[in-house]
């Protein structure tokens, strides 16, 4: 049987971010307003450009701010109970996080964060190639039945997932940088595109990739209620054999013969794309302006999704 991972409770800090980004700072903006937060602490290892500017906001907040050198310092200022929040373009494995790991201390990325904080339902959207269309899809056929919706995570469309806003669905695309250090996080609708040769300068091997997409699906006894995935892609054949031996549902989709959500034929030229789709309910043709077999597979995620929510 299934057990739907809860949301865990932050732990008490002081909390310390690691990396000035885009999602670094507004993981710190996300815990000055934790009511119990005790301290917020951050580093970057840059002391120009946008941490600098970082640095100047989040001082005025009340932050305390370390620019440069090795983060040793910010993080002997944070103490033994600190928790460290890291931004998803710091890797893993830089001497500040090692030590922290060393020293017992929690370690979890900005997603993870964003994910605990958030109370509202959300579909995380992960692969190699398509994420950022596949999510803009899927929040257009939400908004279409009426929910609001929010994209966020990593994306240039929407905030990171700790400054979403409080209403409604969010759409989250999420890279193996951010699910590499989120040790719970589990969404309501999980969405794989497809695995594909890349980043192997930050996971060494394709196993350790997919190790790290598989966690946004099955993780320990905690399973994705419902995973929406690609069953053209090997990886996501192994993937949605782990989601139903766990207990969570799956929808598949793609061309192959067993897909749930079947692309039974294609065609496009310069201005639409007409699709032809067998699922559970019988045949559906679509026009899109997205032309292309990998676009195909994107529309039928989409639909996928919205057929698993009955819209």
């Known amino acids: 049987m299934s057990v739907k991972a809860r949301r865990p409770s932050l732990p008490r800090g002081p909390y310390l971010v690691v990396g000035l980004g885009r999602a670094g700072s507004a993981a710190a903006d996300a815990l000055i307003g934790v009511p119990d937060a005790e301290r917020v602490l951050a580093w970057d290892g840059s002391a120009e450009g946008e941490p600098r500017q970082a640095a100047r906001r989040l001082r005025r907040r009340g932050v305390e701010v370390w620019l440069g050198g090795?983060?040793?310092?910010?993080?002997?200022?944070?103490?033994?109970?600190?928790?460290?929040?890291?931004?998803?373009?710091?890797?893993?494995?830089?001497?500040?996080?090692?030590?922290?790991?060393?020293?017992?201390?929690?370690?979890?990325?900005?997603?993870?964060?964003?994910?605990?904080?958030?109370?509202?339902?959300?579909?995380?959207?992960?692969?190699?190639?398509?994420?950022?269309?596949?999510?803009k899809l899927v929040a257009a056929v939400l908004e279409s039945a009426g929910h609001q919706v929010q994209l966020a995570g990593n994306t240039e469309f929407g905030p990171p997932l700790s400054a979403a806003a409080a209403d409604?669905?969010?759409?989250?695309?999420?890279?193996?940088?951010?699910l590499e250090a989120s040790p719970s996080f589990l969404p309501d609708i999980a969405v794989f595109t497809n695995l594909t040769f890349e980043h192997m300068a930050r996971h060494v091997t394709m196993e350790g990739y997919g190790a790290?997409?598989?966690?946004?699906?099955?993780?320990?006894?905690?399973?994705?209620?419902?995973?929406?995935?690609?069953?053209?892609?090997?990886?996501?054949?192994?993937?949605?054999?782990?989601?139903?031996?766990?207990?969570?549902r799956v929808l598949s989709y793609g061309f192959e013969a067993g897909a749930d959500v079947r692309i039974e034929q294609t065609e496009w030229n310069m201005r639409e794309a007409r699709l032809g789709?067998?699922?559970?309910?019988?045949?559906?043709?679509?026009?899109?302006?997205?032309?292309?077999r990998y676009n195909a597979s994107n529309v039928a995620a989409a639909f996928a999704l919205g057929h698993s929510l009955g819209l």
Request: with cysteine.
């Open 168 to 178: 409604g669905w969010i759409v989250c695309e999420t890279s193996s940088f951010q």
């Open 212 to 248: 790290a997409k598989r966690g946004m699906f099955v993780r320990g006894e905690h399973v994705a209620q419902t995973a929406i995935v690609n069953l053209d892609d090997r990886f996501g054949r192994r993937l949605a054999g782990d989601v139903a031996r766990a207990g969570g």
């Open 277 to 292: 789709l067998q699922t559970p309910d019988g045949a559906v043709e679509c026009t899109t302006r997205l032309p292309g």
């Open 70 to 135: 090795d983060g040793s310092k910010a993080l002997e200022a944070a103490g033994p109970r600190a928790a460290v929040i890291k931004s998803p373009g710091i890797y893993f494995d830089i001497p500040i996080l090692r030590l922290a790991r060393s020293r017992g201390l929690q370690v979890f990325d900005e997603l993870e964060l964003g994910w605990r904080l958030s109370k509202r339902p959300i579909v995380g959207v992960t692969g190699t190639n398509g994420k950022s269309t596949t999510a």
